[in-house]
Nanobody
């Protein structure tokens, strides 16, 4: 029911900003919980943030720096990333699910990922 495509990744200097986008298809998009995850080399996929109709939740590592938002009219979810650090370097994935959770295995649909590289 949902297909996801991420974009907006790239190379940025430490302290800089990027905005990731996740374009979704599917009539039920607005009813899904949308999450962002990331996976760095040699590490497991980790939770970044999620959003539902009301409310957001962030991993401690990104609180105060990242903002998740959604535009249901455009079927798009965003991740605004400010004050980027080298440790933010990872492939970033958007995901859709029915459960309000930070656990990756509870999400049903995934994009292919977009690379974010933060240089020091």
């Amino acid at each position: 029911q949902v297909q996801l495509v991420e974009s907006g990744g790239g190379l940025v200097q430490a302290g800089g900003s990027l905005r990731l986008s996740c374009a979704a298809s599917g009539r039920t998009f607005s009813t899904y919980v949308m999450g962002w995850f990331r996976q760095a080399p040699g590490k497991e996929r980790e939770f970044v943030a999620y959003i539902r109709w009301s409310g957001t939740y962030y991993a401690d590592s990104v609180k105060g720096r990242f903002t998740i938002s959604r535009d249901n009219a455009k079927n798009t979810v965003y991740l605004q990333m400010n004050s980027l650090k080298p440790e933010d370097t990872a492939v970033y994935y958007c995901a859709a699910g029915r459960v309000l959770t930070q656990w990756a295995n509870e999400y049903n649909y995934w994009g292919q990922g977009t690379q974010v590289t933060v240089s020091s």
